[in-house]
């Protein structure tokens, strides 16, 4: 028996070379993996695969890791079965870099029965190709046919167990996690969040605080976006802002990047992008239609008839359809995926007492951090999706202390003197923000064309005269009934809240808002 209670001393070294191994088709072709999931796809109008898994979101409740949590001989059981499942079933193994970062480029290796290659074909499109002989630095087996549902995270090993489940999200997370847990060892910061780049033109060939661009003399902005799935990180981070050229606003991330502590952010998924589906709206988000209607884009609990007519809008098989899409059918998206340097953080909430922007001090910045306000979507939990919820950094995927990381991202937002925002994308009492609304809210604020006051209401710093938007019609005081007593129990519960992390500082604590 190993120091684990498992007769396996470690699992990535128990596993056979794939590229020998006769169990094993190493490294197929997307044909190749399409063919294999044949009998399980429905083929859209557009040319492209469509598959429905029997889990549709991820199971949060029965994911551990070993720093977390005390794993005893049955959590070690999970790992063992899955590298046994690795050495006698018909299995299809793929090689992925995720990341192009120097500090933050590691090597995934995927393995999944060949019987399920349609998890293998969807999560291979959001990675690109690993160098050729590479060893992996992250390994995960995943079982989806299982006795028991169970994810068993060993960090400092890379190896992730993924048992009785065929969510494609499982393979997904399962290598960012690691790669943000990674990133925090190096003294950075792993964000479930996506980045943008932004250049605009200077007034009077003046740049502003941000870097500028000599060549073109236009104004760069850094961006990054935090906010729990479903809730508009991916819609914003592809917007272009209503930007016309030479300006532009073009996307790097969409769900996952490191924050380093010389304020470059590095990217994580080099080729495609893992959307929701639901309300896909061709009006509204027209490079993410576009990119989803293509021929390339991978559909997964999307409703599809057997014509192969596709309905963005139906929710027969879950709310939380899916569709991998290529960055390069995204014209939003960027060939960059690193972020040069960060100017602006950005919290995304659903909070109905929250404006829809604030501009927030590095301690107040902490404290959304650790509140992690938002709704619950059918991404996390479909049963309770649009239920108020707290996820410290919105981020479920956190190894080690989450207090430690709200220390760390104040000291990070401090020292690279990053300016940070609440972004309220839902409702200001019964008072909807449209997309509009916040997307000239990113707009002006990106120029610096904001000009601020003090929310009697809230407390917080908010804007008071926007270019081109009434945010008279978003005082939280005029549109919340009860709005005083309502903020007083609201601030109350987010101390008590606080409280709960004993590693948090006190400055932190007392910033809540």
């Avoid at 500090?103 to 160098?131: G, H, M, Q």
């Avoid at 996307?251 to 896909?280: N, Y």
């Amino acid at each position: 028996m190993s120091q684990h209670g498992t007769a396996i001393e470690s699992p990535t070294a128990a596993l056979a070379d794939p590229r020998t191994a006769d169990n094993v088709t190493y490294d197929p072709s997307f044909a190749t993996l399409r063919e294999f999931a044949r009998e399980k796809e429905t083929t859209t109008e557009y040319g492209s695969p469509s598959y429905t898994s029997e889990h549709r979101s991820r199971n949060a409740d029965r994911t551990e890791n070993a720093l977390d949590a005390e794993f005893g001989p049955a959590d070690y059981e999970h790992v063992e079965r899955v590298v046994e499942a690795a050495g006698d079933r018909e299995m299809v193994c793929l090689d992925r870099k995720l990341g192009r970062h120097p500090d933050n480029t590691y090597v995934c290796r995927y393995y999944v029965p060949k019987e399920f290659s349609r998890i293998a074909l969807t999560w291979a499109n959001l990675f690109e190709p690993a160098p050729d002989g590479a060893e992996p630095d992250f390994t995960t087996v995943q079982v989806p046919d299982a006795d028991e549902v169970a994810i068993r995270v060993l960090p400092e090993e890379g190896f992730t167990a993924v048992r009785g489940t065929d969510y494609t999200g499982e393979a997904k997370k399962s290598f960012l996690r690691l790669f943000m847990f990674d990133a925090k060892r190096q003294g950075g910061l792993g964000l479930h969040a996506g980045t943008k780049r932004v250049r605009l033109e200077t007034e009077d060939g003046e740049a502003g605080d941000a870097e500028t661009d000599e060549e073109s003399d236009l104004e760069t902005v850094g961006q990054v976006f935090l906010g729990l799935s479903g809730t508009g990180k991916s819609t914003l981070t592809a917007h272009g802002l209503g930007l016309d050229e030479p300006e532009d606003a073009t996307m790097l991330q969409d769900d996952v990047c490191a924050l380093r502590p010389d304020g470059t952010v590095a990217g994580s998924e080099g080729e495609g992008l893992f959307i929701k589906t639901i309300g896909l709206d061709r009006e509204e988000q027209p490079a993410l239609y576009e990119a989803a209607t293509h021929e390339s884009a991978v559909l997964e609990n999307v409703d599809v008839d057997e014509d192969g007519t596709v309905d963005f809008d139906s929710d027969a098989h879950t709310a939380n359809a899916r569709a991998v899409v290529r960055r390069e059918h995204l014209p939003s998206a960027d060939e960059e995926i690193d972020l040069e340097s960060v100017d602006q953080v950005f919290f995304i909430t659903r909070n109905p007492a929250m404006p829809p922007l604030a501009k927030l001090s590095p301690e107040e910045a902490a404290a959304a951090f650790m509140l992690g306000e938002s709704v619950q979507t059918s991404a996390g939990d479909p049963s309770s999706a649009g239920e108020a919820i707290r996820v410290v950094g919105t981020n479920p995927f956190i190894i080690g202390s989450e207090g430690e990381e709200g220390n760390r991202f104040r000291d990070l937002v401090a020292d690279l003197d990053v300016d940070a925002y609440l972004l309220n994308t839902g409702t200001v009492g019964d008072r909807d923000v449209g997309v509009d609304d916040t997307v000239t809210l990113l707009r002006e604020v990106s120029r610096g064309r904001i000009e601020w006051a003090a929310d009697p209401t809230t407390g917080l710093t908010v804007p008071d005269a926007v270019p081109g938007l009434d945010v008279s019609r978003f005082d939280v005081g005029d549109a919340l009934d009860d709005a005083d007593e309502h903020i007083a129990d609201l601030r109350e519960e987010r101390r008590d809240y606080l409280a709960e992390f004993d590693d948090l500082d006190e400055e932190i604590r007392a910033a809540v808002y």
